[in-house]
């Protein structure tokens, strides 16, 4: 059964820093590119980052560049994100999300996603 | 960034009756090249992860009950569910992966009348 696991979320206070990881199983994992999909309470649905399946390429929203670097470890089949300087508007369920499609590049439709890691940012 | 609309935001439909949700992009999805529209439906059930419904804008994950079907090309598309079941509650979301960064529409919740 493939099956994707979050883990690290948790209170944090503006401008620090957290890191979430999803451990990937079920699949062959460094053959799916992955993201991170955010969403805040009540909200709707918010692209954060992928990474290929190597590694090599990654991509990231504007509200996030520059503050989060996703990562993996496919020797572990776990996929990261580091998140730094967090605000207040980060404050969301982060979802891990498998590429659907067998390819390493990122291609953007996502099945299936982890159950998510609750990331609340307060003082 | 591509803007996904979605309407209506929610529509309650009775049971056996069919629901019907639009979404439109701010430009179209569809990539010339391969005549292929790069669009995305998802359910979500409260309390759940989404979970994939269509891709290519009608193509049918496996396992989604044939009740369900969407389609529509460039930055008009529908999600029709023909016959609506009490375990079809959800909020139902589209997403464009022609560009990045991907996007998602608002949402549509679906309730029982």
């Known amino acids: 059964e493939v099956q994707l696991v979050e883990a690290g979320g948790g209170l944090v206070q ?5 890191r979430l990881s999803c451990t990937a199983s079920g699949f062959t994992f460094s053959s ?8 805040a309470p009540g909200k709707g649905l918010e692209w954060v ?15 996030v560049r520059g503050r989060f670097t996703i990562s993996r470890d496919n020797s572990r089949n776990t996929l ?3 998140m730094n300087s967090l605000r207040a ?4 369920v982060y979802y891990c999300a498998r590429d659907f499609v067998v390819v390493t590049t990122v ?14 940012v307060s003082s | 960034d591509i803007v996904m609309t979605q309407s209506p935001d929610s529509l309650a439909v009775s049971l056996g009756e069919r629901a019907t949700i639009n979404c439109k992009s701010s430009q179209s999805v569809l990539y010339s090249s ?3 529209n790069y669009l995305a439906w998802y359910q979500q059930k409260p309390g759940q992860p989404p979970k994939l419904l269509f891709y290519w804008a009608s193509a049918r994950e496996s396992a989604v009950p044939d009740r369900f079907s969407a389609g529509g090309s460039g930055t008009d598309f529908t999600l029709i569910i023909s016959s609506l079941q009490t375990e079809d509650v959800a909020t139902y979301y589209c997403q464009q992966y022609y560009d990045l960064p ?4 608002q949402g549509t919740k679906l309730e029982i009348k």
């Open chain 1, 89 to 92: 508007e980060d404050t969301a």
């Open chain 2, 34 to 36: 391969n005549n292929a």
């Open chain 1, 107 to 120: 291609q953007g439709w996502f099945d299936p996603w982890g159950r998510g890691t609750l990331v609340t």
């Open chain 1, 49 to 63: 980052s992928a990474i290929s399946g190597g590694g090599a390429t990654t991509f990231y929203a504007d509200s």
């Open chain 1, 32 to 39: 799916h590119a992955m993201a991170w999909v955010r969403q």
């Open chain 2, 102 to 105: 991907y996007t998602f529409g």
């Open chain 1, 80 to 82: 990261y994100l580091q």
């Open chain 1, 14 to 18: 503006p401008g620090g820093s957290l």
